[in-house]
């Protein structure tokens, strides 16, 4: 699943390689700062690729071979063009982004049930506050390199700010799915109402106040809530 990513994150910034090049935060990744040849981009890319969905088929699972070239074409081929042409590009993509967890589920196991669904539906929501937090903060460099990221069209930050809040709010109940399938314990339950009451915490107060300051404590408590809830899950798993 890795070099899967890896394969299609190569293929991506050949394919936005020039509008990287316009904007602040990338331009210094390999290919628009000319370290690594378009051409050289490809073939690592497609290599990576192609190797990473030999490795699932061959000592996984077809199941998870599957996922991963979903993954690959849904990234590569819808996500990445679509984000120079609508809005929505942040929902598409989250998809791609949360079936590695499904990938990994169907590599180990052959099978996906209702706790790799609600991981699945775990990542895909908490990416929906995290990367609006991020094209608040960069929307002058998104605006530069041609994205069509929500804050550019939602100015005041009404709309942004309450689609975070909903995607916070959203993954209160969808994080509690394991231990209502009983198959997390009560202090995985506590802990995830906890974690998603403090990360929507941070939601509300971006759309109270959207500004800069706000959509980097929201990105913060991104960055920590999701690793936190998968980490007591594990722990509870094990304990």
Request: charged residues 15%; hydrophobic residues 55%; aromatic residues 10%.
């Amino acid at each position: 699943a890795g070099l899967v990513g890896g394969g299609a994150s190569a293929l991506n910034q050949f394919l936005e390689r020039d509008q990287d090049a316009r904007m602040r935060r990338t331009k210094g990744r390999p290919v628009p700062a000319g370290r690594i040849q378009a051409w050289e981009a490809i073939v690592f890319g497609s290599t990576l690729g192609v190797v990473g969905l030999t490795e699932l088929a061959v000592f996984t699972t077809p199941l998870a071979a599957v996922l991963a070239a979903l993954t690959l074409i849904s990234y590569v081929g819808i996500y990445t063009p679509l984000k120079r042409v609508t809005t929505l590009n942040t929902h598409i993509g989250a998809i791609s982004g949360a079936l590695p967890a499904l990938i990994g589920w169907a590599a180990a196991t052959g099978a996906l049930d209702i706790v790799a669904w609600s991981i699945f539906l775990v990542v895909y929501l908490w990416q929906i506050p995290h990367f609006l937090a991020i094209a608040w903060i960069y929307k002058e460099d998104y605006e530069r390199g041609g994205f069509q990221m929500l804050p550019l069209a939602d100015p005041d930050g009404r709309v942004t700010g309450r689609q975070s809040v909903l995607g916070a709010l959203a993954l209160i109940p969808v994080s509690l799915l394991p231990s209502v399938a009983d198959r997390a314990g009560m202090i995985y339950f506590a802990g995830a109402i906890v974690l998603g009451l403090l990360f929507t915490r941070r939601a509300i107060a971006f759309a109270l106040q959207p500004d800069g300051n706000t959509a980097r404590l929201l990105m913060r408590g991104s960055l920590l809530y999701l690793p936190a809830l998968l980490t007591l899950l594990c722990l509870d798993w094990i304990g």
